[in-house]
């Protein structure tokens, strides 16, 4: 683990040299893009949300680096995704190392290439972090349109590269007795290097959510694991109002062929967990997470105003919220 994390590290300082002209500009200084599109009545009209979540590594499957890779080859690899995105058919897909045009992956937008590919209408792609060689961040693919979008870019971190989050906000109808609701779905992606950071980045998400009135369920990399000392995904579930799925089950790991639980899925109390699976499929590093969410019924207002969570979180264990299937 020692050795993977120095390896990734150098790799970042590299990238981090050969791109420092334009990364001077694009990350110094954290930012949130909202842009808000006109309503449409479009909603995924089914008893439970099903949802994916894959940090695409770039394209590079489970190879070494993606530099080294033919653009057929990360086409190839994209298309082996494709197939996966297309037999599990999720209503919403959230992507993490998630690649725009750029010279070390094929010049081409990944995103772009696997909504086509996968039959999606709909995709969004956040550009965390950019430079000469590199364009890439996190994104979210959609049967139905988004009505809102935002793109966060959390604060620079040199020397590893900027991170973030891209939310988009869907309609979604549970009951077909009554009006859909809207749901805000986030692709995140935490920094791997320091526990500082990931608490910063977390700080981040929950201070975006804090006036937010809809469920919402929070997808990703959070290059944290629940036993952790000073576990960035138990604070996430202590301080933002949101649960997670069996933290402490050993048989879920997402990286380095499941040693490691580095990929979750949070809900907000309003949502309940009906599926939760780790795919075996290898199209990446990390390994997929499909998940089915149900709709419980609660105001997310209450669920909120009833938290044992308060503007001490920071200072204060919390109250772990776990949850399990929905029976």
């Not at 990360?74 to 494709?82: C, G, T």
Request: aromatic share 8%.
């Amino acid at each position: 683990m020692r050795s993977n994390f120095l390896n990734r590290l150098l790799y970042s300082l590299i990238l981090c040299t050969a791109s420092l002209n334009s990364l001077a500009g694009s990350l110094s200084t954290s930012a949130t893009e909202l842009k808000n599109i006109p309503p449409i009545g479009e909603a995924i009209q089914s008893e439970a949300l099903t949802l994916l979540s894959l940090n695409l590594a770039h394209g590079r499957k489970d190879g070494p680096n993606q530099i080294f890779l033919s653009t057929n080859t990360i086409r190839s690899n994209l298309q082996d995704i494709a197939t996966l995105l297309t037999k599990v058919n999720a209503d919403v897909v959230a992507l993490q190392e998630a690649d725009g045009p750029s010279a070390w992956s094929g010049k081409f937008d990944h995103v772009a290439y696997l909504s086509e590919s996968a039959g999606y209408d709909w995709n969004i792609r956040s550009d965390h972090a950019k430079g000469n060689l590199i364009n890439f961040g996190t994104g979210l693919l959609s049967t139905v349109p988004f009505q809102e979008i935002i793109s966060h870019d959390f604060p620079k971190s040199p020397p590893t590269l900027r991170k973030g989050f891209t939310l988009g906000k869907i309609g979604w109808q549970p009951d077909k007795n009554k009006p859909p609701l809207a749901v805000d779905i986030l692709s995140v992606h935490l920094d791997f290097s320091r526990k500082s950071v990931r608490e910063q980045q977390i700080s981040d998400i929950i201070n975006v959510l804090e006036n937010r009135t809809y469920p919402v369920i929070i997808l990703g990399d959070f290059n944290s694991n629940w036993l952790a000392s000073g576990s960035a995904i138990r604070r996430l579930a202590e301080c933002g109002d949101v649960k997670v799925f069996k933290p402490e089950a050993e048989n879920l790991g997402t990286y380095k062929s499941g040693k490691h639980r580095l990929d979750w899925v949070l809900l907000s109390g309003d949502l309940d967990f009906k599926r939760y699976e780790v795919l075996p499929d290898i199209v990446s590093d990390h390994q997929p997470i499909l998940t089915e969410v149900t709709y419980n019924g609660n105001s997310h207002l209450n669920t909120k105003a009833n938290s044992n969570t308060s503007s001490e979180c920071d200072d204060r264990p919390g109250s772990v919220r776990e949850s399990g299937l929905n029976e």
